[in-house]
């Protein structure tokens, strides 16, 4: 199983960027899907989840209001959109999917993505 991460790219302070990943496998519409980030030399963070339905979604407060976690099953997509672009916001992002909840749970998801470099510049 894989999922596959797009969107990435170079982009200016204030700047947006819209992130998908489309999972190998249709059946993840029923898993919860996130999305994580690693800066340079830093640990990886929790972003955004959403549940499978796409009624619940959950952010780290610091990305509350700018980033925004969709998904749609028809098209097997979960997208990430970021607006507001910062230079902090340069990472490594990654999708990721599992059965439970990361953010309620505090399950680390089952699958994970290649990820995709976004790269803001000041």
């Known amino acids: 199983v894989q999922l596959q991460a797009s969107g990435g790219g170079l982009v200016q302070t204030g700047g947006s960027l819209r992130l998908s990943c489309v999972p190998s496998?249709?059946?993840?519409?029923?898993?919860?899907m996130g999305w994580f980030r690693q800066a340079p030399g830093k640990e990886r963070e929790f972003v955004a989840e959403?549940?499978?339905?796409?009624?619940?979604?959950y952010y780290a407060g610091s990305y509350k209001g700018r980033f925004t976690i969709s998904r749609d099953n028809a098209k097997n997509t979960v997208y990430l959109q970021m607006n507001s672009l910062k230079p902090e916001d340069t990472a490594v992002y990654f999708c990721?999917?599992?059965?439970?909840?990361?953010?309620?749970?505090?399950?680390?998801?089952?699958?994970w993505g290649q990820g995709t470099l976004v790269t803001v510049s000041s």
């Open positions: 990721a999917a599992g059965e439970k909840s990361y953010y309620y749970d505090g399950v680390v998801p089952d699958y």
């Open positions: 496998e249709r059946t993840f519409q029923y898993n919860h």
């Open positions: 959403i549940d499978w339905r796409g009624s619940r979604r």
